[in-house]
């Protein structure tokens, strides 16, 4: 069972992944400008490129949306005391996995199984 030392030093992790993930989400959350439409060609090249750029934005926000979603189950986890425990096996996480991907749901056998 994780101490609850182990537990503060594994929800401050969290906490500082959470906030660069924030970051991140901020940092790629921009509107798209399409620019004034002048029928050239090269404008209509350019118009695509950013449309492009839009869509790839959004999924690197999805991503990282998806990964904000997974340290807030975390850290709900942590004050709800199910943290450390896996979700499939219901077998205790060992540390060593926690600390490397602190929002882990899973231990290091049904990892493997998933693979």
């Known amino acids: 069972m994780l101490t609850h ?8 992790k969290l906490l500082a992944e959470r906030a660069h993930v924030e970051t991140q989400i901020r940092s790629v959350s921009t509107e798209p400008d399409f620019g004034e439409q002048t029928g050239a060609a ?9 449309v492009e750029e839009n869509v790839n934005q959004e999924a690197e926000e999805s991503l990282f949306r998806q990964e904000l979603t997974r340290i ?24 060593d996995v926690l600390e ?16």
């Open 5 to 12: 030392e182990q537990k503060k030093q594994l929800e401050e």
């Open 42 to 50: 090269q404008d209509i090249d350019a118009e695509s490129d950013e």
């Open 72 to 95: 807030d189950h975390a850290l709900s986890k942590i004050h709800e005391e199910g943290y450390g425990i896996c979700e499939l096996c219901k077998e205790e996480i060992s540390f």
């Open 100 to 115: 490397v991907d602190p929002e882990s749901q899973l231990c290091k056998a049904c990892k493997q199984k998933e693979l």
